[in-house]
């Protein structure tokens, strides 16, 4: 079974940056293309951003395209998402899993939280 770490969000003002990170406890999950999903208050979990295993192909959802990045280093288990122009309805918990079914156990999420 996978584990994940999510970490690196924060409250910021629309038009700012995060990086997130997502730390996979095994190797195994390097074999895996993977996802970041988010989930708004009051809205289900939504899958915004893929990556192949090998990293070499990504995926965007309309609502992200051109802002925000998927990127991995599979030598550290660690699946990368740089969100650039940041508006209030990126507000949400962001979450790394497999990219499709059958998912591993959920991580606990990281905050991110965009207000003037």
């Known amino acids: 079974q996978v584990q994940f770490v999510e970490s690196g969000g924060g409250l910021v003002q629309p038009g700012e940056s995060l990086r997130l990170s997502c730390r996979a406890s095994?190797?195994?999950?390097?074999?895996?293309?993977s996802g970041w999903y988010r989930q708004a208050p009051g809205k289900q979990r939504e899958l915004i951003a893929s990556?192949?295993?090998?990293?070499?192909?990504?995926n965007y959802a309309d609502s992200v395209r051109g802002r925000f990045v998927i990127s991995r280093d599979n030598t550290k288990n660690t699946v990368y998402l740089r969100l650039n122009s940041l508006k209030a309805e990126d507000t949400a918990v962001y979450y790394c899993?497999?990219?499709?079914?059958?998912?591993?156990?959920w991580g606990q999420g990281t905050q991110v939280t965009v207000s003037s």
């Open positions: 899993n497999s990219a499709r079914p059958p998912y591993f156990s």
């Open positions: 095994t190797t195994i999950f390097s074999l895996y293309d």
């Open positions: 990556i192949t295993n090998g990293g070499v192909s990504t």
